[in-house]
């Protein structure tokens, strides 16, 4: 059984820095696409970056050029590097996985989810 847990979340101030793993057990980790999501309190679950089977990753263009997505398949472990974060990246992020290996911006190809980690940026 495939399972993801996040860590890494908690209080920051804006301009800070932040790094974010989750760790996938039970399943191929380096032929899934995997995915971070986030939602922010009275919005919608949103994309935020994620890995294709091929190492391509794509960023929504609100964090392109602050967040970094890694993995190390050694570890089976995927990371969210966050720099120069915003009040409005304050949210709970969760992780997910594709087992297809596609790594969308769609919700709907992910087939298992963490229970996330909150972030908060304060002002």
């Known amino acids: 059984q495939v399972q993801l847990v996040e860590s890494g979340g908690g209080l920051v101030q804006a301009g800070g820095s932040l790094r974010l793993s989750c760790v996938l057990s039970g399943g191929g980790f380096r032929s899934y696409g995997m995915g971070w999501f986030r939602q922010a309190p009275g919005k919608e679950r949103e994309f935020v970056a994620a890995?294709?089977?091929?190492?391509?990753?794509n960023y929504a263009d609100s964090v392109k050029g602050r967040f970094t997505l890694s993995v190390d398949n050694a570890k089976n472990t995927m990371y969210l590097q966050m720099q120069n974060l915003k009040p409005e990246d304050t949210a709970v992020y969760y992780c997910a996985a594709d087992k297809r290996g596609i790594g969308t911006s769609s919700q709907s190809n992910y087939d298992y989810w963490g229970q996330g980690t909150q972030l908060t940026v304060s002002a």
């Open positions: 890995r294709r089977w091929d190492d391509f990753v």
